[in-house]
């Protein structure tokens, strides 16, 4: 039994919470709004963000971060991307030397171009960071239903240890050292799931929404390993296995913005009709600087910045893609 502090009361925050004490140990949840930590304490729900998972009376909730931190074995950072390098600032001075760190947002910094994990270790270079991604969204986690993922860690007794505080009957944990290929299919695939909602949006069908999911994993890997990723992990769960279930699931924040603004709307009318953080649109423009920077060509993520931040008809972005010049799928393979 591990005693953990889950800086979070999100979604996948309160998800977590609920996996892990089914696996007996003991969490502690903070989240910066009063509000919303008196219904916690309340309810033992996040009804807002996630009706219907109640979690166990041990449960801890709190305003106070040196609660949710001091004596944890485990830290697990859950709060939105944007927010992971002040929450990290304020974590700084409470973390122990060598605490692990669960980072388990996804994004790319738009400002620094620096991964998630880079954030917390630049922000508590103290702390061991780690992160935790793959196909998981918080609604079926919250249910028991089966999931596979992967902990990210520099060394192997790191992710062995979150392997073993996380696996349960119904969530499968692997284990990976490429923490910067992990993270980088964990935000690039928000960007696509961008393009297939729009698609979807623009009452597409499902050529088009395969074609997507296809070549957008090739942008994504190509990209990836241009920063020094392995190849192997965007074919893996936190590449294709992430990007398939964004793209397709109306569980997706970034799916569901997408297909508002192929029917018309503007990027700002979509994230409040969500009314949750659309991590995809934090790592759209990113996503181009990482490419500008490596000399990477990321067509339909460009695309999706256009329509995005500079007024683009989703269709006009849409044709666009489909008449670039003539290509080779397969750029090593030799003809006979």
Same mark, same amino acid.
């Given at each position: 039994m &591990?005693?953990i502090?889950?800086i979070? $009361?999100?979604?996948w925050g309160i998800?977590?919470?609920?996996?892990?004490t089914?696996? *007996?140990?003991r969490?502690?949840?903070?989240? @910066?709004?009063?509000?919303?930590?008196a219904?916690l304490q309340?309810?033992?729900?996040q %009804?807002a963000? /996630?009706? =219907?998972v109640? /979690?166990?009376?041990?449960? !801890?909730f709190? %305003?106070?971060?040196?609660?949710?931190?001091?004596g944890?074995?485990?830290?697990v950072?859950?709060?939105?991307?944007?927010?992971?390098r002040s929450? &990290?600032?304020?974590?700084s001075?409470?973390v122990?030397e060598?605490?692990?760190?669960?980072?388990?947002?996804?994004?790319v910094?738009?400002?620094?171009?620096?991964?998630l994990?880079?954030?917390?270790?630049?922000?508590?270079?103290?702390?061991? !960071?780690?992160?935790?991604? =793959?196909?998981?969204? &918080?609604?079926? !986690?919250?249910?028991?239903?089966?999931?596979?993922?992967?902990?990210?860690?520099?060394?192997?007794?790191?992710?062995?240890?979150?392997?073993?505080?996380f696996?349960s #009957?119904?969530f499968r944990?692997?284990?990976?050292?490429d923490v910067?290929?992990?993270?980088?299919g964990?935000? /690039?695939?928000?960007?696509v799931?961008?393009?297939?909602?729009?698609?979807?949006?623009?009452?597409?069908?499902?050529?088009?929404?395969a074609?997507l999911?296809?070549?957008?994993?090739?942008?994504?890997?190509?990209? =990836?390993?241009?920063m020094?990723?392995r190849?192997?992990?965007?074919? *893996?769960?936190?590449?294709?296995g992430?990007l398939i279930? %964004?793209c @397709?699931?109306?569980?997706s924040?970034?799916r569901r913005a997408g297909?508002?603004?192929?029917q018309?709307?503007?990027?700002?009318?979509?994230m409040?009709e969500?009314?949750?953080v659309?991590?995809g649109?934090?790592? $759209?423009?990113?996503?181009?600087g990482? $490419?500008?920077k490596?000399?990477?060509?990321l #067509?339909?993520i460009?695309?999706?910045?256009?329509v /995005?931040?500079e007024?683009?008809?989703?269709a006009d972005?849409?044709?666009?893609l489909?008449?670039?010049?003539?290509?080779?799928?397969?750029s090593?393979?030799e003809w006979?």
């Open positions: &591990a005693n502090g889950m979070g $009361a999100g979604s998800a977590l919470t609920w996996l892990l089914n696996n *007996g140990h969490v502690t949840v903070w989240s @910066a709004l009063a509000d919303e930590v219904l309340e309810k033992h729900e %009804t963000k /996630l009706p =219907g109640i /979690l166990d009376d041990s449960v !801890v709190t %305003t106070d971060l040196s609660q949710a931190v001091k944890m074995e485990l830290l950072l859950a709060v939105p991307s944007p927010f992971t929450t &990290a600032r304020q974590l001075p409470l122990e060598g605490q692990i760190i669960v980072n388990v947002a996804k994004g910094e738009e400002k620094t171009l620096m991964t994990s880079r954030i917390v270790e630049e922000e508590i270079p103290q702390a061991q !960071v780690a992160v935790l991604s =793959g196909p998981s969204h &918080a609604e079926e !986690v919250g249910k028991g239903m089966p999931t596979a993922i992967v902990a990210g860690a520099r060394t192997r007794a790191v992710a062995e240890k979150i392997q073993k505080i696996m #009957p119904v944990v692997y284990t990976s050292p910067l290929g992990i993270e980088l964990a935000a /690039l695939k928000n960007v799931a961008l393009a297939a909602g729009i698609a979807d949006g623009l009452g597409y069908g499902d050529n088009t929404k074609a999911i296809t070549r957008g994993i090739t942008e994504i890997a190509r990209l =990836g390993t241009a020094g990723g190849r192997d992990t965007f074919f *893996g769960l936190t590449g294709i992430d279930v %964004t @397709a699931s109306m569980h924040r970034n297909i508002l603004i192929g018309g709307h503007s990027m700002e009318e979509a409040k969500v009314k949750m659309v991590e649109v934090y790592s $759209a423009k990113a996503a181009m990482l $490419a500008e490596y000399g990477v060509d #067509p339909i460009r695309q999706v910045n256009q /995005l931040f007024g683009k008809p989703a972005a849409v044709s666009e489909m008449l670039r010049d003539k290509k080779i799928e397969i090593d393979a006979e």
